[in-house]
């Protein structure tokens, strides 16, 4: 399984960025995605997750209402649509997948490389 994430960048507080994810090597449409972020000197942590339909999603409660987590599986995409970001928000944001159709947070284990999201004040 290969996931490339791209979309970061360098953005002002209060703004929008959206993260795209594209997967390959398997059926896409299987599996449950999901986000993560790690900041400088923390853990890497869960930001947001979907079910291989799209029809059920978490988030952790720090994003709640800010971000968006969906998928196109005609396009083995997940997105991250990302609201009022702020300063907080800056880490290297991963995509991840698991063996499993439902979010699983502990079992997420392939990984892509991560795209960089800077918020400034």
């Known amino acids: 399984v290969q996931l490339q994430a791209f979309g970061g960048g360098l953005v002002q507080a209060g703004g929008s960025l959206r993260l795209s994810c594209v997967a390959s090597g398997r059926i896409f449409s299987r599996y449950a995605m999901g986000w993560f972020r790690q900041a400088p000197g923390k853990e890497r942590e869960f930001v947001a997750g979907?079910?291989?339909?799209?029809?059920?999603?978490n988030y952790a409660d720090s994003v709640k209402g800010r971000f968006t987590i969906s998928r196109d599986n005609a396009k083995d995409t997940v997105y991250l649509r990302m609201n009022s970001l702020k300063p907080e928000d800056t880490a290297v944001y991963f995509c991840?997948?698991?063996?499993?159709?439902?979010?699983?947070?502990?079992?997420?284990?392939?990984w892509g490389k991560g795209t960089q999201v800077t918020v400034s004040s």
């Open positions: 979907i079910n291989m339909s799209g029809g059920s999603t």
């Open positions: 991840a997948t698991g063996s499993k159709a439902w979010v699983d947070v502990i079992g997420f284990n392939y």
